[in-house]
């Protein structure tokens, strides 16, 4: 809905060089072994990672909100089961 309503006060030049894929379409332009399997490719390359510089979670709740890391786990933890942990890479918080 948000992309039609954003197309339809796009002019005509503009709207013929976006274009909506889905994944047989994709395929047929990009090779399967490019793409990462959430787009429908056999990529095994590891497109999860974090940000090099990026802020630890634990860091910034206690900077912003005054939480400890015990309050943290807490707030994380109906969240976990929908994270997808096979290639999960642990790091020390300060």
């Known amino acids: 809905a948000f992309a039609t309503l954003i197309?339809?006060?796009m002019p005509g030049f503009a709207k013929?060089?976006?274009k909506f894929w889905g994944p047989k379409e994709l395929l047929e332009q990009?090779?399967?072994e490019a793409l990462p399997?959430?787009?429908?490719g056999t990529c095994k390359e590891c497109y999860r990672r974090v940000p090099k510089g990026a802020m630890d979670i634990y860091y910034?709740?206690?900077r912003d909100f005054d939480l400890?890391?015990?309050e943290v786990d807490k707030l994380m933890e109906p969240s976990l089961k929908h994270l997808d942990t096979e290639n999960w890479v642990e790091v020390e918080h300060v």
């Open 60 to 62: 910034i709740a206690k």
């Open 37 to 40: 399997d959430f787009l429908g």
């Open 68 to 70: 400890d890391t015990n």
């Open 7 to 9: 197309m339809s006060m």
């Open 30 to 32: 990009v090779d399967e």
């Open 16 to 18: 013929d060089k976006i």
